[in-house]
């Protein structure tokens, strides 16, 4: 029924820290209800993040919920593991790809560049992903690159990857966001990123930092399912939690 009712917008991802104790990640699709509260489609836990996982979970998702279909997906969000042509390739034909911010705050900029070029262009990649228009961001690219050949014969790599960087605004620069139908104005998949502190605090009882949770897999799944029956009886309010304080 959630999914019928917010499966316009989906955030995919896996927790690979956490409860994942006997090498199980857990992985859910989330969504946002009408009352901007993340609510959860399905969840599962598999043998690791693989294409194929994320194949099965759409596949399960969407043969438990006729009432929406695939084409009627507007948003997928998550991090550098999905790309454009991933979402095609996962049964959604109308569905654009929105990166996650947070993620690519946090390390994901830095993984891609180095920590060389990444520190060298910190501030301008940050301005070209807040970019409120077009020019803003054609600026801000420039002055990256202006900056990245200072570093002479190193830069080349690193220019060639700020410039597939520039290529691919429409996945993850504000401006573009703004007149993304199904954005509801998020920036990326951080809906996934309040429920796995949820996960893991449930399965803690309430101990939001640390994991003392080694239950054999069958156990976890029973957990989950009482986890989502609570939810799915007290509603979505439950999934209050703050995501990293760039995204805001």
Not at 65 to 81: H, I
Not at 132 to 147: G, M, P, R, Y
Not at 211 to 221: D, Q
């Amino acid at each position: 029924m959630r999914q019928s009712r917010f499966g316009a917008l989906l955030s995919m991802d896996t927790m690979v820290r956490g409860i994942n104790t006997w090498l199980w990640p857990y992985m859910a699709i989330a969504m946002c209800s009408e009352l901007n509260k993340v609510c959860i489609a399905c969840e599962a836990i598999m043998l690791s993040e693989r294409t194929l996982a994320y194949t099965f979970l759409v596949s399960f998702l969407f043969k438990h919920a006729p009432g929406r279909s695939p084409d009627q997906v507007l948003v997928v969000s998550g991090d550098g593991f999905f790309s454009q042509a991933m979402l095609r390739d996962l049964g959604f034909p109308n569905a654009r790809y929105l990166r996650d911010w947070g993620h690519l705050f946090h390390s994901g900029l830095e993984d891609m560049f180095g920590k060389v070029a990444y520190c060298m262009i910190k501030r301008e990649l940050s301005l070209m992903i807040r970019a409120s228009s077009e020019s803003f961001f054609d600026k801000a690219h420039e002055n990256a690159q202006t900056l990245l050949k200072r570093m002479g014969e190193r830069s080349a790599e690193a220019e060639k990857t700020l410039d597939t960087f520039a290529l691919a605004k429409n996945e993850y620069a504000q401006f573009c966001i703004d007149t993304m139908p199904g954005s509801r104005g998020k920036h990326g998949s951080s809906n996934s990123e309040i429920n796995h502190p949820s996960v893991l605090c449930y399965m803690n009882d309430g101990h939001k930092k640390t994991n003392e949770y080694r239950e054999e897999p069958i156990t976890l799944v029973k957990d989950l399912l009482g986890r989502q029956n609570q939810h799915c009886n007290v509603g979505p309010v439950l999934f209050h939690w703050d995501y990293h304080q760039v995204c805001r």
